[in-house]
């Protein structure tokens, strides 16, 4: 019987952390902050985009294009692990910001 109380509250504590975080992270995945600023596909609570992201892993590049197609040359989605990740379709608007940043990384997809 104990062993059952102690379980329950257990899952009890679980349940209610998932809610608080929910609750806290609702269109996004945890540990990122809100950017309405930047468009972007709207995410669910603690994964963020990650279900969207899977679902066109094999087409990657080709989900990339859909993407600046609904949403401009510049969008994000944030994925858990990752955090947020920003999408720059423009070349001088990427030299712009690699001349202002150190910390950013420039993937290539030719380089693949």
Known sequence: MPLLIALAIFLTAIISVLVALSLRYPTRCYATR????????TGLPLIGDMLLISRHRNAMLRFLDTMEKIYGP????TLPCWGR???INRPEWLEHMRKGCNRIRVYNSLEC
């Not at 809100?34 to 596909?41: E, T, Y």
């Not at 510049?74 to 989605?77: A, V």
């Open 34 to 41: 809100d950017r309405p600023d930047l468009p972007g596909p």
């Open 85 to 87: 990740n920003i999408v």
């Open 74 to 77: 510049l969008f994000t989605f």
